[in-house]
């Protein structure tokens, strides 16, 4: 078994070499594993795995301070070109994404689970106001007294513009 330890030159290496690099302008392709979930490359670095366009960052400029995250100006999870990522905080990457369009607004009937509509929210609020029972309305709508119970107090569906009239 050997006893060889991996030197810092080694792990750079090892790294670049997971890199496909076609233009220096364009996105350096993360060609190694990816996280599941994410679909961000990966790679381990330092004893635990890391997102490789956070190990990028790093080669390239240093630490990443405390409570910054690394983002990507070319939205691409694989792409680890430094000249294509920037810090910033939590909130910046929401705000990014809400920019380009790319946030998880799946509230209401955008939401791929959804079972209502939203023109159906306003016509239950309406009926429960005229005295029809939450379990009736969940017969009727499809859906638990729960539910209706949520929408009639604002718990679910509270941001509804809908009005039946």
């Not at 890199?19 to 993360?30: A, G, H, M, S």
């Not at 990522?85 to 689970?113: H, I, V, W, Y």
Request: net charge positive; aromatic share 10%.
């Amino acid at each position: 078994m050997s006893s060889y330890k991996y030197t810092d030159k080694d792990r750079i290496k090892a790294f670049w070499r997971k890199v496909t690099i076609e233009d220096l302008f364009d996105c350096w392709q993360w060609t190694g594993s990816t996280t599941h979930k994410t679909g961000y490359g990966q790679m381990k670095w330092d004893g635990r795995l890391q997102v490789a366009s956070m190990i990028a960052w790093q080669l390239a400029h240093g630490v990443i301070p405390e409570g910054l995250l690394v983002l990507h100006k070319c939205d691409n999870r694989l792409c680890v070109n430094p000249n294509h990522l920037f810090l910033g905080t939590s909130q910046d990457n929401m705000d990014d994404m809400k920019r380009k369009g790319r946030s998880c607004d799946n509230n209401g009937e955008r939401n791929p689970a959804a079972k209502l509509k939203e023109l159906q929210v306003g016509e239950i609020r309406k009926k429960y106001s005229q005295g029809i029972k939450q379990y009736k309305l969940g017969q009727e709508y499809g859906v638990t007294r729960q539910a209706i119970w949520q929408i009639v107090h604002n718990v679910h569906w509270r941001n509804s513009r809908a009005d039946p009239n």
